[in-house]
Nanobody, 126 residues
Framework: QVQLVESGGGLVQAGGSLRLSCAAS????????MAWFRQAPGKEREFVAS????????YYANSVKGRFTISRDNTKNTVYLQMNALKPEDTAVYYC???????????????????WGQGTQVTVSS
């Protein structure tokens, strides 16, 4: 059974940092694009960042560019999201996602991803 398990969320003051992790099990994703999305209360799920299977290509939403960094460690089957200079508007449930196909380009569309984690809450206080 394939599972993506996020961790690292929590409560932080504005300007602070958090590092989210997404550990995959049940299969290896070393040849698969992966991404982070988020969903705030009353809003639709939105793209945050994506990373190619090799880690050499990354893409960010404009709202987080320059503050967030996505990375991966294929030896650990894990993807990370380093979040710095957090703002109250970053408050949301953050989800990890993985594409089932090998060697695909990264995508900002949630429909491009086949596996999803259960989410981890990030709350930024002002």
């Amino acid at each position: 059974q394939v599972q993506l398990v996020e961790s690292g969320g929590g409560l932080v003051q504005a300007g602070g940092s958090l590092r989210l992790s997404c550990a995959a099990s049940g299969r290896t994703f070393s040849r698969n694009a992966m991404a982070w999305f988020r969903q705030a209360p009353g809003k639709e799920r939105e793209f945050v960042a994506s990373i190619s299977w090799s880690g050499t290509s990354t893409y960010y939403a404009n709202s987080v560019k320059g503050r967030f960094t996505i990375s991966r460690d294929n030896t650990k089957n894990t993807v990370y999201l380093q979040m710095n200079a957090l703002k109250p508007e970053d408050t949301a449930v953050y989800y990890c996602a993985a594409n089932a196909e090998y060697y695909t380009d990264t995508s900002t569309r949630s429909s491009s991803y086949d596996y999803w984690g259960q989410g981890t809450q990030v709350t930024v206080s002002s």
